[in-house]
């Protein structure tokens, strides 16, 4: 069975700070990993995702994540972010189908 | 443009009521799947459909009954509402599973249900 477990339900930041998004996930299967963002009121865009090769993997937005497979993690990190980045985070794992985690919501503070 | 989309994008039900949700791809996508979002419980997977004429219980099946008579239509169901069931639901497609080919997972913009 999949699953993914988000460890931080909120994170307050203050703008141009640094910035980790904490996923852990199991498998049983071969995993590929996903983060999505949703802004307040719209629907889940894609930030990134994890296939194969090179762990570190870049996405929109300046973000990337860090695939690890002996911790089972996939970190998302932004160097620094911006009031724009106000929004909530979804780390996924798809095998036979796509399983979310929690969410995480990152609340961006001038 | 090509995408995923819902009906309706709001509604209110009184309990015990029934209401169907429409699904439509124009992807030719293989697979479609409902998703529940409740605050702080991320999305959940309701039903999954792997192709035409074929679906499959997720994680939280219960209360609900879907049908994919038609390649580009998925249909979700709730035979008697319930205030438990107030949510945002979420249709998605894919080529296949994994999410690898082309664009991956394509999201609909969600349907808002309140059941009072």
């Known amino acids: 069975a999949q699953s993914v477990t988000q460890l931080d339900s909120q994170v307050p930041v203050f703008e141009e700070a640094p910035v980790e998004l904490r996923c852990n996930y199991s498998?049983?299967?071969?995993?590929?990993l996903f983060w999505y963002v949703q802004y307040p009121n719209q629907g889940l865009q894609l930030l990134l995702k994890?296939?194969?090769?090179?762990?570190l993997v870049k996405g929109i937005n300046g973000f990337e994540a860090e695939f690890n497979k002996s911790q089972t993690s996939f970190h998302l990190r932004k160097p620094s972010v911006h009031i724009s980045d106000t929004a909530e985070y979804f780390c996924?794992?798809?095998?036979?189908?796509?399983?979310f985690g929690q969410g995480t919501e990152l609340s961006v503070k001038p | 443009n090509a995408g995923v989309t819902q009906t309706p994008k709001f509604r209110v039900l009184k309990t015990g009521q029934s209401m169907t949700l429409l699904c439509a791809q124009d992807m030719n996508h293989e697979y479609m799947y409902w998703y529940r979002q409740d605050p702080g419980m991320g999305l959940r997977l309701i039903h999954y459909?792997?192709?035409?004429?074929?679906?499959a219980k997720g994680e939280v099946p219960d209360g609900y009954n879907v049908s994919r008579l038609k390649k580009q239509n998925f249909l979700l169901g709730l035979e008697s509402a319930a205030p438990s069931q107030t949510s945002v639901y979420f249709c998605?497609?894919?080529?296949?599973?994994?999410?690898?080919?082309?664009?991956?997972?394509?999201f609909g913009s969600g349907t808002r249900l309140t059941v009072v």
């Open positions: 498998s049983s299967v071969s995993v590929y």
């Open positions: 459909s792997v192709g035409e004429g074929t679906t």
């Open positions: 998605a497609s894919s080529w296949e599973a994994t999410g690898l080919r082309n664009y991956g997972y394509t």
């Open positions: 996924a794992v798809s095998g036979r189908k796509l399983i």
């Open positions: 994890y296939l194969s090769g090179s762990t």
